[in-house]
């Protein structure tokens, strides 16, 4: 197992290629739910959730179906199927144990299923892990470890930004920028902080 490829798989989708912040996959619940830290909490825990499960079922798709079958054509709609299962999945079990934050998440819920970030975390896993069709060696644990930071930096990314804008909220702020503005002005000044971890080699 490669040390370098573990940290660089970790800290990169964590600061350095924040699928957020650097590579603007996901906007739509960054901007739409981070108004507040709890249901920003909750919405990011979901997307780790839905990533790294369909990393794994992402993975064992191609590995053991798309692949032998000569059926790599078929890998996106198949990968939307698995990660429309697991937001339908995660929505169940979040209007079961708490319909408050259900209703609070609203619209932003199914919409983790068009989700371009969690799309792009399992097309990103099959392209680095998979050379000339076949698995690289560890490349399922590299998946899954991808999936599950990738999630992690898009909850960091939340937590902050939710942060940030209950702060504003209580600021004397002109009418013009207060909002969807002014989160956009936060989120690029957050996306340029994030810049400074590119320098970061391994």
């Known amino acids: 197992m490669d040390l370098g490829l573990l940290l660089s798989i970790v800290i990169g989708n964590i600061f350095i290629s924040n699928f ?3 590579k603007f996959l996901g906007l739509c619940p960054f901007i739409g739910v981070s108004r507040k830290t709890g249901p920003a909490l909750s919405m990011g825990a979901a997307v780790i959730f839905v990533m790294t499960l369909s990393s ?3 993975w064992c798709i191609y590995n053991f179906l798309l692949l032998p079958f000569n059926m790599e054509f ?3 709609i198949s990968f939307i199927l698995v990660i429309a299962s697991f937001v339908q999945l995660a929505e169940m079990i979040i209007l079961k144990t708490n319909p408050t934050l259900y209703r609070v998440l609203g619209v932003y819920l199914p919409l983790i299923t068009t989700n371009c970030a969690i799309l792009g975390v399992t097309v990103l896993n099959i392209d680095m892990f998979f050379k000339e069709g076949k698995a690289l060696s560890f490349s399922f644990f590299y998946a899954v470890l991808q999936g599950f930071c ?27 920028l207060k909002g969807i ?8 000044l957050m996306s340029l902080a994030f810049m400074g971890f590119s320098g ?3």
């Open 200 to 202: 970061f080699k391994f």
């Open 56 to 58: 794994i079922i992402t």
């Open 20 to 22: 957020i912040l650097f």
């Open 150 to 176: 990738a999630g992690l930096g898009f909850l960091l990314a939340m937590l902050l930004m939710s942060g940030i804008r209950e702060r504003l909220d209580i600021l004397d702020v002109p009418d013009s």
């Open 74 to 76: 078929l890998r996106t």
């Open 181 to 188: 503005p002014l989160a956009f002005i936060v989120a690029s």
